[in-house]
């Protein structure tokens, strides 16, 4: 445990599983609070538990932050309960793949849903929150990280709606930071190559072997990785803005 983030309160989603919950486990280390957002409360709770046990302060909010009130709620919690918010980690994602010709518009809705509106809903949620820290002389600086995907800067045939919700993550990031980072609101973009996390379970059997026989990459990143990349964004000196970090496997071309 060290104190670089001591006294600053962070909000990450998707924070049951893979990305999220390492980054949760790694800002609670550098002594942020912590509140982890996502559907799953039995996940969320041993999470907290495990922050708890290692020394640290988290807090579980179950929420689906598809739905805008539900996403202002999870913040308005957060800032009820410590009283301020520092970080936001936009965090909680959706890959599902296929064509696009005859393609299940449902799961376009679903991946629009989570990818676009969740980000939007708790990032316009947050902002006032963040503005107000970054002016609190605590650190003078607060902070937005959005995850984005390799898939935000290109695009393969198959991900054709999931390329589109990770570009338009990327760009409204880069309009966000050009608004509010001279007021020490900093906002960056992560953009992760494979990570070995649960994402593509999210799809169906098809497309599952389809992957699974296609070039693997044989050592994908871990979530652990993503979550030191995070920290190093959100742990800079207030000076230091880090806009865009792509991280990528080593054997991943």
């Known amino acids: 445990m060290n104190s670089q983030l001591a006294g600053t309160i962070a909000i990450v989603t998707g924070a049951s599983s893979g990305i999220g919950a390492a980054t949760a486990r790694s800002l609670a280390r550098h002594g942020a609070s912590v509140a982890v957002v996502a559907r799953r409360k039995d996940r969320l709770d041993t999470l907290v538990s495990d922050i708890e046990a290692a020394g640290g302060t988290a807090l579980a909010i179950e929420a689906d932050i598809t739905d805008r009130a539900q996403a202002e709620q999870a913040v308005a919690t957060v800032a009820d309960h410590f009283g301020r918010l520092d970080i936001l980690i936009n965090n909680a994602g959706l890959m599902l793949l296929g064509p696009i010709v005859g393609a299940d518009v449902e799961e376009w809705e679903r991946m629009i849903a989570v990818n676009q509106n969740g980000l939007l809903y708790m990032t316009n949620a947050a902002l006032p929150h963040l503005l107000k820290a970054a002016k609190d002389e605590l650190r003078e600086v607060a902070d ?110």
């Open 144 to 253: 937005i990280v959005n995850i984005s995907s390799i898939a935000g800067r290109q695009a393969w045939a198959n991900y054709g709606v999931y390329n589109m919700t990770k570009f338009g993550v990327n760009g409204f990031t880069e309009a966000l930071r050009q608004e509010v980072t001279k007021k020490h609101v900093r906002v960056g973009v992560l953009e992760p190559g494979a990570v070995d996390t649960e994402l593509v379970s999210h799809n169906n059997d098809t497309i599952k072997d389809e992957l699974a026989a296609s070039d693997a990459i044989p050592e994908p990143l871990q979530p652990g990785d993503i979550a030191d990349s995070i920290a190093f964004m959100v742990t800079r000196p207030r000076r230091s803005s880090i806009a865009e970090l792509w991280a990528m496997p080593t054997s991943q071309a």
